[in-house]
């Protein structure tokens, strides 16, 4: 396990000199868990900064996949419903620009992969850790916070209005 860590940091290192980008290894792995990845594949692959290039988009796209939930919950499950009724049409709004800078945000990723560009792979693993810190995360924070105070009142009893989960 160590030995592959290392293999990975020492591969990072190459490709970072290698595309000029700047973003750390602890800095992206705290985000996207790019050590988790490479431990649990067992191998360190040749082509390191497409897979960097993949754990970043996958994470937007997961949390991108929980944004829509918000504001087209599925309507078979109780959770997703509740959830979504939290949220006014002018904060549905929002989470929809907020899913529009993702979107637009991880589809460079698909062009980077055709055309194989390492100046923009480079700027797109930069770009992900600015889109993370200064627009999703903040954004992820609020909506969480209001969702958990939510299930909180719902999990006190309240006789005078019922838990969705009951109906």
């Known amino acids: 396990m160590a030995d592959l860590i290392s ?10 000199k290698e595309l000029k980008f700047k973003s750390a ?29 993949y754990k970043i988009t996958d994470t937007f796209i997961s949390w991108n996949n929980w944004l829509h939930s918000l504001v087209m919950p599925f309507p078979n499950n109780m959770i997703s419903m509740a959830e979504s009724d939290q949220f006014s049409d002018n904060e ?38 600015k889109l993370w810190h200064n627009t999703v995360k903040p954004e992820l924070i609020k909506l969480t916070k209001k969702l958990a105070a939510y299930w909180e009142t719902q999990a006190k009893e309240n006789p005078k209005k019922p838990n969705p989960m009951c109906l």
Request: aromatic letters at 10%.
């Open 92 to 129: 549905k709004q929002e989470i929809i620009r907020l899913m529009s800078k993702i979107t637009a945000f991880t589809s460079r990723n698909l062009s980077i992969n055709l055309i194989n560009d390492p100046e923009k792979e480079a700027e797109f693993i930069d770009d992900s850790l």
């Open 25 to 53: 290894l602890d800095d992206l792995d705290r985000v996207f868990h790019i050590k988790d990845f490479v431990l649990k594949e067992g191998y360190v692959s040749p082509y390191l900064s497409r897979i960097i290039c």
């Open 7 to 16: 293999e990975l940091e020492k591969r990072f290192s190459e490709i970072q």
